[in-house]
């Protein structure tokens, strides 16, 4: 098990993400899924930097993102992003991953922290959405 890029448009290169995805996965589940997700992803990306007024995230670009092999849906980041969103899932549970990742790199760029010492920002940097 790999990732990789191959079949992927523009080399799975937009500003902002490089796709890649494991070479175990069927076509279905790996390029084609990841090649539906690149035409959106921009778009995405521009309403939630919108939501946050522009800021800049904490993380450089483009961020990595790996689509994996897994029974169910689920996401995180470190970065990389890995988005498992199980066999068979659509483009919209995969979009619905990648965004709450990316929300979540936006609200911890808040600079509020995820449960602030103080107990000042009740976990206000997002995890759980994903």
Same mark, same amino acid.
């Given at each position: 098990?790999?990732?990789?890029?191959?079949?992927?448009?523009?080399?799975?290169?937009?500003?902002?993400?490089?796709?890649?995805?494991?070479?175990?996965?069927?076509?279905?589940?790996?390029?084609?899924? #990841?090649?539906?997700?690149?035409?959106?992803?921009?778009?995405?990306?521009?309403?939630?930097?919108?939501?946050?007024g522009n800021i800049a995230l904490t993380v450089g670009t483009p961020i990595t993102v790996n689509i994996s092999p897994g029974g169910y849906a689920s996401a995180g980041w470190g970065p990389p992003i890995r988005l498992?969103?199980?066999?068979?899932?659509?483009?919209?549970?995969?979009?619905?991953?990648?965004?709450?990742?990316?929300?979540?790199?936006?609200?911890? #760029?808040?600079?509020?922290?995820?449960? #602030?010492?103080?107990?000042?920002?009740?976990?206000? #940097?997002?995890?759980?959405?994903?």
């Open positions: 098990m790999a990732l990789i890029t191959t079949g992927l448009t523009n080399g799975g290169l937009t500003t902002h993400y490089q796709f890649q995805y494991d070479d175990s996965l069927s076509q279905a589940d790996g390029r084609d899924r #990841a090649n539906a997700l690149i035409p959106v992803c921009e778009g995405d990306f521009t309403i939630m930097s919108n939501w946050f498992t969103p199980g066999n068979g899932s659509d483009l919209t549970v995969v979009r619905y991953l990648l965004v709450s990742e990316v929300t979540e790199m936006f609200m911890l #760029a808040q600079n509020a922290g995820w449960f #602030a010492p103080d107990g000042s920002n009740e976990g206000s #940097a997002g995890e759980g959405l994903s």
